[in-house]
């Protein structure tokens, strides 16, 4: 059904509703980490797994059920993973005619990625299929998923280039006053919420604070 890995070196993750509504923007998101990543050459067929993969669960569970997507890089292996709640209505690959409209999406994905399974669990399933990114092994280096996050949400806000620590002194001035701006615009939305936005920025400097002791 599945094979457990290791910890992935870099993982993306995003929670959502599966509408079909949801489909072409998760398409778009999914490559941000992508270029973060240096991966652009697999967004292509990144998009056509990720669309048939929400597609089978907005099908076969349901419209508007709660879901999560991972998109995870360990070196030579990119997986995409597809978690909902329903653990008894698995996917499998059924013969479709070319009449009909359904039926294709498990076959996209085989011939598409190098592998791809189902993982059982007690609170759901996760529908995953694997691309081989070219990249030796070696090259997968550890990084947070903190890191990860915000530097592929900075990338989204800010139509920044790729962001890596090997980046030009330029992009990184750019990358940090997206960055400033990102916060202000975040303190604005806070203040439209009611909310103090100097108290929360000093909730924010005490979690900081915190996670800076504790990897001290």
């Known amino acids: 059904m ?12 995003f929670p959502f509703l599966a ?17 973060l990543w240096g991966l652009r050459h697999l967004e292509d067929p990144v998009r056509l797994c990720v669309t048939e993969l929400i597609t089978n669960v907005i099908t076969h569970v349901g419209p508007r059920t709660p879901t999560w997507i991972s998109i995870a890089l360990d070196g030579p292996r990119l997986r995409i993973a597809i978690r909902d709640p329903d653990p008894r209505r698995f996917p499998a690959l059924r013969s479709a005619t070319p009449a009909q409209e359904g039926g294709r999406g498990l076959h996209l994905i ?25 990249l030796p092994a070696s090259e997968s280096q550890p990084a947070t998923s903190r890191m990860l996050h915000t530097e592929a949400l900075l990338t989204v806000y800010g139509r920044l ?7 030009s002194p330029a992009v990184r001035t750019v ?3 997206v960055a400033t701006a990102l ?6 939305w806070l203040q439209a919420q009611d909310t103090d936005p100097a108290t929360a920025l000093d909730r924010a ?12």
């Open 205 to 216: 400097q005490k979690r900081f604070d915190a996670a800076v002791a504790r990897t001290a």
């Open 161 to 167: 280039p790729a962001l890596s620590r090997a980046s």
């Open 175 to 177: 990358a940090e006053e």
């Open 110 to 134: 085989a011939a598409t990625a190098d592998r791809w399974g189902v993982i059982p669990s007690d609170y759901g399933k996760t529908t995953w299929c694997e691309l081989a990114t070219e």
């Open 19 to 35: 509408i079909p509504e949801r489909v072409a923007h998760l398409r778009r998101t999914v490559s941000a980490p992508l270029r």
């Open 2 to 13: 599945g094979i457990e890995h290791s910890r992935p070196a870099k993982i993306w993750e």
């Open 183 to 188: 916060i202000a615009d975040l303190l604005h």
